[in-house]
C-alpha cells in the first residue's frame, strides 16, 4: 500500500527566505511523486512530478524536489519565497493509477 | 482546453437531505477520479472511473454514496441520505491514459458541501 507523510502542517517563512517543505512516502513497488498546490479558492494544481528519469525535478514557479530512495523522501524547496507562494502544498504518491495524498501543507509567506 | 469542472461550487443542505455533485472531466479523459478532503485532514480517495466502468472503488466510505459514469463522459456523486461527517471539499480529477508515465491527474476546483 502506498502512503504519504508531510511533515508539517504549517510552515512560515519570511519573503525570501528558503522554502522547505517536507515529504515522505512509502510504496511497495517504483513511485510516482508528485507536489500539487492550491491556491485559495482554487483547484489543485501540479507543480512537478517524478517519474524515475532525472532525481532532481523542477517545476513551476522555480520550485524544484530532489527523490532520495534512501531516505523515502521527496522535499520541495524554492530558494526565495514570494509572497504569492503562500497556498497549501500537497505530496501525493501513485502507481500507474490510483494516487494518494499528505495532509498538506500550509505555507505563510511573511513580507 | 477547458478543464475539469465541478458542480456546484459549494451546498449547504441539512442532515438526511440527499446531494448531487457534478464532475465534468477533459474531453478524452478516460480515467475520472473522486476525492474528498474532511476539515483539513488528507486527500483522500474515493473512486476510480476507467470511461463507464469502476476500476476501484475502495475509498467509497459507506452505501450512502453512489457514484456513476454514463456513457464515460460527465459523473455524478450522490450522497443519500447525507450525514454531518460527509461535510468537506470532494474533489474531481481526470487523466489521459496515454499520459505517460506518472500519470498527472487534473483537478477541478472542488465542491464544498456542508451537512448541518
Known amino acids: 500500500a502506498q502512503s504519504v507523510t508531510q511533515l508539517g502542517s504549517h510552515v512560515s517563512v519570511s519573503e525570501g527566505a528558503l522554502v522547505l517543505l517536507r515529504c515522505n512516502y512509502s510504496s511497495s513497488v517504483p513511485p510516482y511523486l508528485f507536489w500539487y498546490v492550491q491556491y485559495p479558492n482554487q483547484g489543485l494544481q501540479l507543480l512537478l512530478k517524478?517519474?524515475?528519469?532525472?532525481?532532481l525535478v523542477k517545476g513551476i514557479n522555480g520550485f524544484e524536489a530532489e527523490f532520495k530512495k534512501s531516505e523515502t523522501s521527496f522535499h520541495l524547496t524554492k530558494p526565495s519565497a514570494h509572497m504569492s507562494d503562500a497556498a497549501e502544498y500537497f505530496c501525493?504518491?501513485?502507481?500507474?493509477?490510483?494516487?494518494?495524498f499528505g495532509a498538506g501543507t500550509r505555507l505563510t509567506v511573511k513580507p | 482546453e477547458a478543464g475539469v469542472t465541478q458542480f456546484p461550487s459549494h451546498s449547504v443542505i441539512e442532515k438526511g437531505q440527499t446531494v448531487t455533485l457534478r464532475c465534468d472531466p477533459i474531453s478524452g479523459h478516460d480515467n475520472l477520479y473522486w476525492y474528498r478532503r474532511v476539515m483539513g485532514k488528507e486527500i483522500k480517495f474515493l473512486l476510480h472511473f476507467v470511461k463507464e466502468s469502476k476500476q476501484d472503488e475502495s475509498g467509497m466510505p459507506n452505501n450512502r454514496f453512489l457514484a456513476e459514469r454514463t456513457g464515460g463522459t460527465y459523473s455524478t456523486l450522490k450522497v443519500q441520505p447525507a450525514e454531518l461527517e460527509d461535510s468537506g471539499v470532494y474533489f474531481c480529477?481526470?487523466?489521459?491514459?496515454?499520459?505517460?508515465?506518472?500519470?498527472?491527474?487534473?483537478f477541478g476546483p472542488g465542491t464544498r458541501l456542508t451537512v448541518l
Open positions: 517524478y517519474t524515475s528519469a532525472a532525481t
Open positions: 501525493a504518491v501513485s502507481d500507474l493509477n490510483d494516487m494518494r
Open positions: 480529477a481526470s487523466s489521459h491514459p496515454r499520459t505517460g508515465g506518472g500519470n498527472e491527474q487534473f
